[in-house]
T-cell receptor, first 113, second 114 residues
């Protein structure tokens, strides 16, 4: 069954603007991860946030996690044309599924120069 | 640089003709994963190896097999490819299974079926 749902499916912004992507999931998790995928390439890990954490930062990226609402958001500040890519959230349910990721459908981000 | 390498990047095969995709890693990671990603969809886990221990997902078709002859290499065999198997196949690794850690992906092999 689909674990993660992402919103919006597509986002188009101008360089310098902020981009926010949201992810919702259905079951309890051990951690949640965000990945970026450039067209025709593999996935690149961005941030991992554990279930007992509420917020993490990495450079221009900020991730929040609300386990009571089963949701997460990824904020990219001061976006650049090079940020154009698909962004996926992925959940690790832990337990017998520890280390196995279930991906959301992704958000396609286009940043116009 | 340590990395995950998939060969070839593009593979074309005929309907029903067996095909093998390969993945190698220089990270010395214990866990290797195979994902299938169809156009504009999320990656879907097919199976993974924890060291030599093979773990198949319940909904992975029997048509898909995997081999891991050593730590560095892992192969995906599709015995009789159908048109529905056309997809990007992604290999990923992680150091250990039972830890909070990211997965490291190769650039994938895009498989086309004629």
């Amino acid at each position: 069954s689909q674990q993660g749902e992402e919103d919006p499916q597509a986002l188009s912004i101008q360089e310098g603007e902020n981009a926010t992507m949201n992810c919702s999931y259905k079951t309890s998790i051990n951690n949640l991860q965000w990945y970026r995928q450039n067209s025709g390439r593999g996935l690149v890990h961005l941030i991992l946030i554990r279930s007992n954490e509420r917020e993490k930062h990495s450079g221009r990226l900020r991730v929040t996690l609300d386990t009571s609402k089963k949701s997460s958001s990824l904020l990219i500040t001061a976006s650049r044309a090079a940020d154009t890519a698909s962004y996926f959230c992925a959940t690790d349910a832990g337990g017998t599924s520890y280390g196995k990721l279930t991906f959301g459908q992704g958000t396609i981000l286009t940043v116009h120069p | 640089d340590a990395m995950v390498i998939q060969n070839p990047r593009y593979q074309v095969t005929q309907f029903g003709k067996p095909v093998t995709l390969s993945c190698s890693q220089t990270l010395n990671h214990n866990v290797m994963y195979w994902y299938q990603q169809k156009s504009s969809q999320a990656p879907k886990l097919l199976f993974h190896y924890y060291d030599k221990d093979f773990n198949n997902e319940a909904d992975t078709p029997d048509n898909f097999q995997s081999r891991r002859p050593n730590t560095s290499f892992c192969f995906l065999d599709i015995r009789s490819p159908g048109l529905g198997d056309a997809a990007m196949y992604l290999c990923a690794t992680s150091p250990y299974r039972f830890m909070d850690q990211p997965q490291h992906f190769g650039d994938g092999t895009r498989l086309s079926i004629l």
